[in-house]
């Protein structure tokens, strides 16, 4: 094999190992960018707890404020607690205020499977971009590899035909 030869086979197997660590260092880069968003997805999901948890407080507040003033003004109009008028007050403010709830409870569960959804679309682009990139690794390699065979080859034929023309130039010796 002639040194020309050898020059341009061990440069593209350098260019392959130099594919290789490239692939390996975007591979990294991927799966910490992935880290990364899967944080991003747990903390919104933790505020969106949060949001609902302290909403829902602020309503039971609002809806003991309620019912207090509610019972300082039958109070003060002579109405008895527990009496039918007072009854039917207090059930429209607590049930107002667990309609309210409910529809927060709501907001935030879809709230949640959205982040949900968006985390596994995610999950699914990372592993698009990991299946490409080996996709791509796996195709340079393969064309060094199928390069270098067709080189080897070519210089085997040659080298062969280089004997027989200098077998005949002689000849026949």
Known sequence: MDPYTMFLLSMQAAGVVTSIWEAKGAQSKIQQGRSLEKAGIEMNMAANNYEFQESSLASMRELRTNLGTQAVMNAARGNASGTEGTAVQTGK????????????????????????????????????????????????????ASTGVRQLQLD??????????AKFASGGA
């Open 93 to 144: 403010s607590v049930s107002a205020t667990g309609g309210d709830v409910e529809a927060k409870r709501m907001r935030m569960l879809a709230r949640e499977a959205d982040l949900r959804a968006s985390n596994i679309l995610s999950g699914l682009h990372t592993l698009k971009s990991e299946t490409d990139l080996g996709r791509q690794l796996s195709s340079n390699i393969f064309e060094a």
């Open 156 to 165: 085997a034929t040659t080298a062969k035909q280089t004997k027989l023309l």
